[in-house]
């Protein structure tokens, strides 16, 4: 396993967020070079912009944390985020049109990839799978797939759930190698990261990125 900050994506989506805090997130993303870091669109810019020419992406959310906008919002909310200085946007899927057998959501995610592709950017796609069971999830990543996403995560942080092992190791086994898996939700230690990681996640979505690069280096110490 490559050094845990290479799947590594600090989140900070508190909906009392303050610039004390995205600044000390700043701080804690030069230090310890996280693969990412996550935040609400309104700070994309400043995190850009300090930043500067650090390798870490600068990651944030659209039709976030329901996915009941309208696809034109969703559009909107990507082209300004990816203006603003975004790298690679996570996008709350349409769940309610999925769970009503719509084929709204394969459209939505199409319109969304070609967007960010166009600029150069990533798309990741927020399933939340705590809503979903065995079969729905398999007809997620299809759906995912086929629309031509980079990436299939988890959860929004925000359900009755989080990431759970069985189900990264179930998209694994369906989405095809090109698309990577960002787990997220309840993921708080080294060893459950690591675990996450060889279930088949290629990114870890954690508010606990400090302290998981802080174990790391306490043990290889």
Known sequence: MNS?????????LSPVLTDQQVNQLIKDAHKYQFAGVCIPPFWVKKVKRELGDSSVQ???????????????????????????????????????????????????????????????????????TAYLDGDELVAACKICADAGVDFVKTSTGFASSGAQLEDVKLMREVLPA?????????????????????AGADRIGTSAGVQIMEEWLSRKG
Not at 4 to 12: G, K, S, V
Not at 178 to 198: R, Y
Request: charged share 20%.
């Open 178 to 198: 090109q698309v990577g898996i960002k787990a997220s939700g309840g993921i708080k230690t080294l060893d459950q990261a690591k675990a996450f990681v060889q």
């Open 58 to 128: 600068v990651v944030t959310v659209v039709g976030f944390p329901l996915g009941y906008q309208m696809t034109e919002t969703k559009v909107y909310e990507t082209t300004k985020a990816i203006e603003n200085g975004a790298d690679e946007i996570d996008v709350v899927w349409s769940l309610s049109a999925f769970k009503s057998g719509m084929n709204w959501p394969k459209i939505e995610l199409a319109k969304l990839s070609s967007v960010c592709h166009e600029a150069g950017r990533l798309l990741k796609v927020i399933v939340e």
């Open 4 to 12: 845990i900050n290479t799947y590594l994506e600090h989140t900070q």
